[in-house]
């Protein structure tokens, strides 16, 4: 039914619709979450930068015990997402129509299990996105391509800064045809410092990590 109500929806915001196509580059890639530790079993998921609502609304159908929040800016996205919420059923996934930064200084701040973030911004952006909304002990799971090196110490620096720690690189192959697919995990071992979130877009103009 979510394939079914993405192939008919009129605003999808991505160029994947037709069904055996979407069923690879959005569900099979978001199901690939799955393997990384701490998501598989999680209660609450934040999926950051939700967008079409990919992978949180897999996720949510993938994980029915699991409450899953959708945290998208554009209120566009956000309607799309509670549409096709609604055309699949999916009663455990809600669309939050905040940035990041004002949810995590809301009621989304340490509450969350796991958090997930697919083809979003750079690594040491979304570790200072999800750092305040992560519990102890709760994981970033970030979806990317090709490794990286520099990506990957910047990221591992502004980890630090913010309470996490990259614990995996794992390589998935989600599907016939998919290469250089990578998810990076990173865990809470320590309160995210007083000071996060920064102010709205700070994290993406002024990025933790670089020397």
Not at 110 to 139: K, N, W
Request: proline share 7%; hydrophobic share 45%; with cysteine.
């Amino acid at each position: 039914m979510l394939l079914e109500g993405l192939g008919h929806e009129p605003d999808p915001h991505t160029t994947v619709v037709e069904p055996s196509a979407a069923l690879d580059r959005h569900v099979a890639d978001s199901l690939s979450g799955l393997e990384a530790p701490g998501l598989a079993d999680a209660e609450r998921i934040a999926d950051i930068g939700a967008g079409a609502g990919f992978p949180g609304l897999a996720l949510a159908v993938a994980r029915p015990a699991a409450s899953v929040d959708l945290i998208e800016a554009a209120r566009r996205k956000t309607a799309v997402i509670e549409r096709l919420a609604a055309a699949a059923g999916i009663g455990n996934a809600r669309p939050i129509a905040l940035r990041v930064e004002e949810w995590a200084a809301r009621e989304g701040a340490a509450v969350y299990d796991a958090v997930t973030a697919r083809a979003v911004a750079a690594l040491p952006v979304l570790v200072e996105y999800a750092a305040p909304l992560l519990r102890l002990d709760g994981v970033l799971v970030a979806w990317k391509g090709a490794r990286d090196r520099d990506e990957e110490m910047a990221g591992a620096r502004a980890a630090t800064m913010v309470g996490l720690t990259q614990a995996d690189v794992i390589a998935v192959r989600p599907f016939r045809g998919s290469k250089l697919r990578h998810l990076y995990v990173y865990s809470k071992t320590e309160r995210t410092p007083d000071g996060f979130p920064r102010r709205s877009g700070m994290a993406s103009k002024r990025p933790l990590g670089p020397c």
